[in-house]
């Protein structure tokens, strides 16, 4: 019955258009049942559902069935969320939370946990703390601290503890530990750790084999990073580059190099080396036969290496370990490695994809499970919210199940499936029509979940998969693509920083084409928007009433076209910075997010894996490559030229301090760009840095183009990126030109203004889309949901006044400039994307946008500096100067 779905399916598939199925529905958040996720997919999660806290990356079942935990990564509200089953199919949860203080001077500081979880016996679980390099053993029916085990010890600081592995008989617990690249073991008997094994680069998942004799852990990292000479955090603006050493692949990138730091001296940047060595992308084998002295048996890389076409490392997320066999899941390449644990060699590769989509990754498998009787094995599916179900016999998918938002761990007890989900259903709004919920930050909204269910058979299989790709939008649509402009040539991205549509456009009632869902009080940084001093600052006594924050955005609005039904993908920068330019986060990278932003940069540390952690630091390292690469390579590779404007060296160590111009960064280490985008970058134009106005990166952004491409014979890029990120907002700075938060969003639309202004007369604009976006939602609130974002489309073609209501995302934008810049999909997820073809008309205005003006008391483009920037000099037509020079100066 299967096959015959499947060849159905295909044949289908020969239309090869995709959209997203929610159509013009707008997300909406629905525990128990259908959800709609942001960008028009949809979740109906299987079998009995329960929600958990936020962010879920771990789960385990007590030895008897009777209790299921997760591990509950944060951030803010990190948990323990413990399902009791009561008898006669009923279920009890319950939160264990941790403590931002400590609970009594005996008790010690809890503050988080990451991922790692087990069952010691039916009522006390080991659990990892993540950034303290701590495991707790929790009693869980009163949460009560029983041991505390540290990985601190000997030659060993800064760890950061994560997966856990449990041996029962012997009481040996092993655990990773991220930031040291080690496997830690403790005898829990003897309450003490016991030994330590050295493995392979980014460790991430970790399983035991049925006998005990042999621990397994995954490498999820390519590189080992290092400083770069001379690198001082406390003197960034003396001894950092202002700019990545090299591109990533390159000559220089795998020798090392010679760069100037920004005091102008030479000096040297280790390589890399080999991206495919051992200890890269592949599953590290330890003897643990006598667990207080591991010993490392050997590398099995999994996947597809770097190279011949693979941009990227295979990403092994997750292991299990069978009688026969050992299941690693390569997240970056939709695939599952077995491997002969006898003679640690691969025997086979099952692939995991989509009928009529075979070319395109994104299913993002993670954790597996796996039921001995039927030899089923049972995937987390993130990227598609299933679980793939895949027969070990026959070595082959037989297709999935529906999962929540963002599967991320799959157990199977007995004939049971037990799946976690990062995401569940979604945060759904954080305000209502009058005002922000008590608790509104996204990020601490979310709620994971576990839903259960029976092992199914071939015929359940064939009817859930059915319901998986319509979910997701994999049936292809019977209409052509639709229509859009052949006359426009040039693409223009700009990115801004963490805005929700409701408080920039809740106040646009009716467009053109009908009303705008927004709500008018939540405007904030509307046209009518309310500014009230900083409570801190006794120099401001008054507040601002009336003022239009964002009268540039508004006045884009009325003269093209925007969405109310437009979402960022994404929780924070992190995540966000990797979306837009068409890199999917990978399991790596969402943990990160669910941690909180606790993995973070130190040096001088002995631990290398602190080098790498990007704490809130966003943009894509070679770790973070998918096999199609990210959006630059995919212009490249189809003979597109681009240029960037601030996107993609925001990197691990960067320092974002004052008096970094032009770049605005200073880096301590030799983490690299995607080489295409290396070599199409300003080194004129700041990447994100507060200390540097928006006004700034516009006369950049201006005087370049003018040089490069306007009085100069270069042809302009067929796609142009610019990173325009002030409206993420900071403390105010009166003294720098920003008396208010809000000054910084007027910073930011003015510099907008500036930029459409100057790029709608150009001889260019005839042949011109912009879109215009924030990187995620996470600094505002919304009433429709917390991931609602801005999203403008400026063209000679956009429809006048005109709001798309069609349910979409970043993939949604990025798969409209791609065709229109005429391209294929990259992945999965902008390939099934309903795209933004509505906004866009046949019939050209060219009419020229005029910047607008922005009210002076809230913000004068003139007085705005970096703080280490001389102060501008008065104006002669400032009345305050003039009186002051009639004075005497006094």
């Not at 426009?488 to 805005?499: A, G, L």
Request: glycine share 8%.
């Amino acid at each position: 019955m299967m096959s015959l779905l499947l060849l159905t399916f295909v044949v289908l598939a020969e239309a090869q258009e995709y959209r997203a199925p929610a159509g013009t529905r707008a997300a909406i958040r629905r525990p128990g049942s259908e959800s709609i996720l942001p960008g028009g997919r949809i979740i109906s999660p299987h079998g009995r559902q329960f929600t958990t806290g936020p962010g879920p990356f771990g789960l385990a079942v007590s030895p008897r069935g009777e209790t299921v935990i997760t591990s509950d990564g944060g951030p803010r509200r990190f948990s323990l969320t413990v399902l009791r089953q009561e008898g006669r199919g009923r279920w009890q949860t319950e939160m264990i939370t941790t403590s931002d203080t400590p609970v009594s001077e005996e008790e010690d500081d809890w503050r988080s946990v990451f991922m790692g979880v087990a069952f010691r016996d039916e009522h006390q679980v080991f659990a990892s703390e993540g950034n303290s390099g701590r495991v707790r053993l929790v009693d869980i029916r009163n949460g009560a601290k029983r041991q505390v085990y540290d990985l601190n010890q000997g030659e060993f600081r800064d760890s950061y503890s994560g997966d856990l592995a449990y041996d029962i008989r012997r009481s040996i617990l092993y655990v990773v530990d991220q930031a040291n690249f080690r496997l830690a073991v403790i005898d829990t008997r003897k309450r003490r750790l016991v030994g330590n094994v050295r493995v392979g680069r980014m460790p991430f998942a970790v399983a035991l084999s049925p006998d005990g004799s042999r621990a397994y852990v995954t490498n999820t990292g390519m590189f080992e990073y290092k400083p770069v000479a001379g690198a001082d955090p406390k003197r960034p603006r003396e001894t950092g580059l202002p700019f990545p050493a090299f591109g990533f692949p390159s000559p220089e990138a795998r020798d090392g190099v010679r760069r100037e730091n920004r005091s102008g001296v030479v000096v040297a940047v280790p390589g890399l080396g080999d991206p495919n060595a051992p200890e890269s992308n592949s599953l590290a084998v330890v003897n643990v036969e006598n667990p207080a002295d591991p010993k490392l048996e050997g590398f099995v890389r999994t996947g597809r290496p770097f190279g011949d076409g693979n941009l990227g490392g295979s990403s092994p997320s997750g292991v299990l370990a069978a009688r026969d066999a050992v299941y690693v899941s390569n997240a970056h390449q939709d695939s599952i490695t077995v491997i002969n644990p006898s003679t640690r060699t691969v025997v086979a590769e099952i692939p995991l994809r989509i009928p009529g989509l075979e070319s395109l990754r994104g299913i993002l498998p993670i954790a597996m499970g796996y039921h001995d009787a039927s030899g089923q094995l049972l995937v987390a599916e993130a990227g598609i919210n299933a679980v793939g179900v895949i027969d070990t016999k026959q070595k082959r998918l037989l297709g999935h199940i529906p999962a929540a938002w963002f599967p991320t761990r799959v157990i199977v007890d007995r004939d049971t499936v037990y799946v976690a989900s990062a995401k569940g259903h979604g945060t759904g709004p954080n305000a209502t029509r009058t005002g922000a919920f008590l608790r509104s930050y996204q990020a601490e909204m979310r709620r994971g979940v576990i839903n259960f269910f029976p092992i199914p058979d071939e015929i359940d299989v064939a009817r859930h998969t059915l319901k998986v790709l319509a979910n997701n939008g994999f049936q292809p649509e019977k209409t052509a693509a639709p229509s859009l402009p052949g006359q426009i040539r040039h693409v223009v991205v700009i990115v801004k920083e963490n805005r929700t549509y409701d408080e920039i456009f809740g106040d646009i009632s009716i467009a053109s084409n009908g009303a705008a869902n927004g709500v008018w009080d939540l405007a904030r940084f509307g046209r009518f928007g309310v500014i009230r001093p900083d409570r801190n600052n006794l120099q401001q006594r008054f507040s601002l009433r009336s003022v239009n924050v964002t009268p540039n955005h508004h006045a884009l609005a009325e003269r093209f076209a925007f969405s109310d039904n437009f979402y960022a993908d994404s929780e924070i920068s992190v995540d966000g910075h990797h979306w837009v330019v068409g890199s999917y986060p990978n399991p790596w990278i969402e943990s990160t997010v669910m941690a909180g932003r606790e993995k973070d940069f130190r040096m001088p540390t002995s631990a290398p894996g602190r080098l790498r952690f990007m704490n809130s630091n966003s943009s894509v390292h070679p770790d973070d490559q998918l096999e199609a690469g990210t959006l630059w390579h995919h212009l490249e590779r189809h003979g597109i030229t681009f240029r960037n404007y601030g996107e993609g060296f925001e990197l691990a160590s960067v320092d974002e301090g004052p008096g970094l111009k032009p770049t605005g960064a200073s880096l301590m280490i030799n983490v690299p760009m995607p080489d295409p985008l290396y070599r199409n970058t300003s080194r004129d134009y700041p990447q994100y840095n507060m200390n540097i106005p928006d006004q700034y990166r516009a006369t950049q952004f201006i005087r370049e183009v003018d040089h490069l491409y306007a009085n100069a014979e270069n042809e302009f890029p067929r796609l142009v990126f610019i990173h325009l990120p002030n409206d993420h907002i900071a403390k105010p700075r009166p003294e720098d030109g920003y008396p208010f938060e809000a000054s910084y969003v007027a910073d930011n639309d003015y510099a907008l203004g500036r930029i459409i202004e100057y790029l709608s007369h150009s001889k260019w604009w005839p042949n011109m889309a912009v879109f215009v976006t924030e990187d995620d939602a996470q600094g505002g609130v919304d009433h429709i949901d917390s991931h609602r974002t801005v999203m403008l489309v400026a063209s000679p073609y956009a429809k006048k006044n005109y709001v798309s209501h069609v349910n979409t995302s970043f993939p949604g934008m990025l798969k409209t400039a791609l065709r229109l810049l005429g391209l294929p999909p990259l992945n999965l997820f902008d390939a099934t994307a309903s795209d933004l073809s509505d906004c866009f008309t046949a019939e050209a205005d060219f009419t020229p946008f005029k910047v607008q003006p922005i009210r002076p008391e809230l913000f004068d483009p003139a007085q705005v500096r970096d703080p280490l920037d001389p102060k501008p000099s008065p104006r002669m037509d400032d009345p305050n100067f003039l009186r002051k020079q009639h004075r005497g100066g006094q």
